[in-house]
């Protein structure tokens, strides 16, 4: 079992900028694709981005491209989302997921475990 906890969620002007943090415990983020993936109030879970096991691959959501950054670091089992130059539309939930392969998969159905979700609001 893999157990998946993000934290550095909050509230944040537009412009301004938050990094989360998705930390597990029990077995190893080794060899598996990591992604953030978030939602909004009355819409569907979306893929933000993603990060092959090594750290060296990287996907992004058309959206995000250009502000967000994925990162990981396997010695302390935790993968970062950097978010900067945040807009309102931003705004949803955040959740961390662990992958099934070392390929990242856009769709949220290809991702085995997932964190609680970390809530993101960012004002007009």
């Known amino acids: 079992q893999v157990q998946l906890v993000e934290s550095g969620g909050g509230l944040v002007q537009a412009g301004g900028s938050l990094r989360l943090s998705c930390t597990a415990s029990?077995?190893?983020?080794?060899?598996?694709?990591m992604a953030w993936l978030r939602q909004a109030p009355g819409k569907e879970r979306e893929f933000v981005a993603g990060?092959?096991?090594?750290?060296?691959?990287?996907r992004y959501a058309t959206s995000v491209m250009g502000r967000f950054t994925i990162s990981r670091d396997n010695a302390k089992n935790t993968v970062y989302l950097q978010m900067n130059a945040l807009k309102p539309e931003d705004t949803a939930v955040y959740y961390c997921a662990r992958g099934r392969s070392t390929v990242i998969q856009v769709d949220a159905k290809f991702y085995s475990y997932w964190g609680q979700g970390t809530q993101v609001t960012v004002s007009s």
């Open positions: 990060v092959t096991w090594s750290g060296q691959g990287t």
């Open positions: 029990g077995r190893t983020l080794s060899n598996y694709a």
